[in-house]
């Protein structure tokens, strides 16, 4: 008899860095202890508000959280430790910039209809995170999506179209209903939320919790 794979539905966004250090710390957990999976991925936007041109992430940061510019410097230094670690390059320097996320999540969810829905949120962080990329930009999502072997120009027209937005905005709404109010956030099996980048101790903890009861 095959084992089920443990579902986890893991909330997140792509502007957050805390969300693809702990996919990877969760990955290696799941790897170490061979837990079989499925991933699936749902929508979260960190700034709804964020205007079409962005806002350089040091500004934000401090305008958000009240960090001085020491204190930022030193969470890029650790979010890029981190990275080292897992495997996943930030390139963080003084123009990194944020960007809204509204279609990021329409092409998502697009990318799903078509199975690719991981494959484009993994081109998706490290094309922001690594290579600066404007994901607020229509045309550098259909690029990014083509890049993956989908259709560009049919990205382009379902972002164009914003034709996925109101799927966006009942997957948004589902999850804070939840009481989502932060991310990254994962549910194991349905019912065990956990909330955070845990560490890969952490995460095996909560698989070898699940596996017992």
């Not at 700034?47 to 350089?56: I, S």
């Not at 990318?111 to 600066?132: C, I, N, P, S, V």
Request: charged letters at 20%; hydrophobic letters at 40%.
């Amino acid at each position: 008899m095959t084992e089920q794979p443990l579902r986890i539905d893991i909330i997140s966004d792509v502007m957050c860095p805390w969300c693809i250090i702990g996919y990877r710390q969760l990955m290696q957990a799941l790897e170490d202890t061979g837990t079989p999976h499925e991933i699936h991925w749902h929508p979260f936007e960190l700034n709804p508000g964020m205007p079409p041109e962005g806002q350089n992430m040091r500004e934000h940061i401090a305008e958000k959280y009240g960090a001085t510019p020491e204190e930022s410097a030193k969470s890029r230094a650790q979010m890029t430790q981190f990275g080292d670690e897992l495997g996943f390059v930030f390139d963080f320097n003084d123009d990194t910039r944020m960007h809204n996320t509204f279609a990021t999540h329409q092409l998502l969810h697009w990318a799903g209809e078509q199975g690719r829905k991981h494959d484009l949120k993994m081109a998706l962080f490290t094309a922001h995170f690594t290579h600066h990329r404007n994901l607020s930009d229509h045309a550098v999502l259909a690029e990014i999506a083509g890049e993956i072997g989908l259709d560009r120009a049919e990205a382009l027209a379902v972002l164009n179209e914003s034709r996925f937005a109101d799927h966006v905005r009942v997957q948004q709404t589902y999850w804070m209903k939840q009481g989502i109010r932060s991310v990254p956030a994962a549910v194991f099996d349905s019912k065990h939320l956990v909330t955070g980048a845990q560490g890969v101790e952490n995460y095996m903890k909560v698989l070898a919790h699940l596996q017992s009861g």
